[in-house]
């Protein structure tokens, strides 16, 4: 069974840091691609960044770029998000998701919340 | 902002086809997909690259794509079907998603 599990999630003062972690287990880690997705409780989908099976293409959203990075350790099945400079706006729940094979998200763990507020 | 436009709401009464859209540069060129997600629950996919549906995905969900909209069809829409909706393309450095759709089963 394909699981994934967000942790690392909190409240944050405004221009502070957090670290997120997504564990799995299930399926060969190092052969896909995996992504950060974000949600405003009430409102929609986000996506914030992805990278691809052994972390040599990384991508951002302009949202967050220059002050996320997203890395992996193929060794010990894990996903990470590095969140700098945190805002008021980066405030949601953030989502790790597995690449499916030709395309989409085909699994997803439940999400750590992350607050930014003083 | 989204660069993919979905309308916010969509009614359908039960039996009936319901029909999400979403619009947006050159979907034709990118790999479009759909995801349907409840209340407290993550996301599912629903339909990949364009029109492929996952296994355990009923035969009512289809999916299409021309030109710059893509379109999530379900038929005999069920009251298990009452859910938000999200497209979502694919190219080679981002993958966006468009800002939802409530679908209400009356």
């Known amino acids: 069974e394909v699981q994934l599990v967000e942790s690392g999630g909190g409240v944050v003062r405004p221009g502070g840091s957090l670290r997120l972690s997504c564990t799995t287990s299930?399926?060969?880690?190092?052969?896909?691609?995996m992504s950060w997705v974000r949600q405003v409780p009430g409102k929609g989908l986000e996506w914030v960044s992805a990278?691809?099976?052994?972390?040599?293409?990384?991508h951002y959203a302009d949202s967050v770029r220059g002050r996320f990075t997203i890395s992996r350790d193929n060794a010990r099945n894990s996903l990470f998000l590095e969140m700098k400079s945190l805002r008021a706006e980066d405030t949601a729940f953030y989502y790790c998701?597995?690449?499916?094979?030709?395309?989409?998200?085909?699994?997803w763990g439940q999400g750590t919340p992350v607050t930014v507020s003083s | 902002s989204h660069d993919l436009t979905q309308p916010p709401s969509v009614s359908v009464s039960p039996g009936q086809t319901a029909t999400v859209t979403c619009s947006g540069e050159?979907?034709?060129?990118?790999?479009v997909c759909w995801y349907q997600q409840k209340p407290g629950q993550s996301p599912m996919l629903v339909i990949y690259?364009?029109?492929e549906r996952p296994s355990g995905i009923p035969e009512r969900f289809s999916g299409s794509t021309s030109g710059n909209t893509a379109t999530l069809t379900i038929s005999g829409t069920q009251a298990v079907d009452e859910a938000d909706y999200y497209c979502?393309?694919?190219?080679?450095?981002?993958?966006?998603f468009g800002g939802g759709t409530k679908l209400t089963v009356l």
């Open positions: 050159n979907l034709g060129n990118k790999y």
């Open positions: 979502q393309a694919w190219d080679i450095s981002t993958r966006v």
């Open positions: 690259q364009h029109s």
């Open positions: 299930g399926f060969v880690f190092g052969d896909r691609g």
């Open positions: 998701a597995k690449d499916a094979l030709y395309g989409g998200f085909d699994y």
């Open positions: 990278i691809n099976w052994n972390g040599g293409s990384r």
